[in-house]
């Protein structure tokens, strides 16, 4: 089953308005999570590394104010696209991976969110 | 320079036969994990085999299997028997250094989108 739980997994909203997106780990505590983006026919790009009860580490390029991050539990991260644009519209999908485990398992991947703006 | 290369953007196999779809990776850290996944047009993205640096095995999972070339820096997946269900996005990532814990995001290829006829 599911190890990682991504919410909505569709969107469809207006210009301006903000959309959050949440993250969950199922069977264990996420120190760690990280949000990717993804074009349509591209590959996923690394948006933020999110770390729980600190800030989250945004790659170049990446606005902090117009993608927040909060990972407020060792369980949930959300990603909230503030006043977003069609520009921002992508597919979203964030990852974590259990620190406990060994260092060949791979990162499991919630099912991600298509964002659509008007 | 990419990290990550895949260089073939599209794929075509018979049903039933064997295809290897190729990745070149860049580094110089001695340890690094190099992970396969798969992407179906639903957009989830789907572990499928790992291998360590270190391993001096190439790795195998049911009908995938790693060519895995240390000196040449590949990584070449092979998966055997197609069939119809395997027609998705292929990418191959790389985790860099030391990442036991929570660290250690994926870089990704660019994808190689496989496409098997009946």
């Known amino acids: 089953g599911a190890v990682v739980s991504q919410h909505p997994s569709w969107v469809i909203c207006k210009s301006g308005t903000s959309v959050k997106i949440e993250c969950r780990s199922l069977d264990f505590q996420a120190t760690t999570m990280f949000w990717y983006r993804q074009f349509p026919k591209q590959s996923l790009m690394l948006m933020a590394t999110s770390n729980e009860g600190s800030k989250a580490t945004y790659e170049q390029g990446v606005e902090k104010d117009k993608f927040l991050i909060n990972h407020a539990s060792l369980t949930l991260s959300t990603l909230t696209v503030t006043s977003a644009h069609p520009e921002d519209s992508s597919f979203y999908i964030c990852?974590?991976?259990?620190?406990?485990?060994?260092?060949?398992?791979?990162?499991?991947f919630g099912d991600g969110t298509r964002l659509s703006i008007l | 320079a990419q990290k990550i290369t895949q260089t073939q953007p599209g794929m075509f196999v018979q049903e039933k036969e064997a295809v290897t779809l190729d990745c070149t990776y860049d580094?110089?850290?001695?340890?690094?994990?190099l992970f396969w996944y798969k992407q179906p047009s639903s957009g989830e993205m789907i572990f499928l085999i790992y291998q360590g640096s270190y391993d001096e095995q190439n790795a195998t999972e049911g009908r995938y299997s790693l060519n895995f070339q240390k000196a040449r820096k590949s990584a070449n997946l092979v998966i055997s028997a197609s069939q119809l269900g395997d027609s998705a996005m292929y990418f191959c990532?790389?985790?860099?250094?030391?990442?036991?814990?929570?660290?250690?995001?994926?870089?990704f290829g660019k994808g190689t989108k496989l496409s098997v006829k009946p």
């Open positions: 580094t110089s850290d001695q340890s690094y994990g």
């Open positions: 990532a790389m985790r860099e250094g030391n990442y036991g814990g929570s660290q250690g995001n994926l870089i």
């Open positions: 990852s974590a991976r259990d620190p406990t485990w060994y260092s060949n398992q791979p990162q499991h």
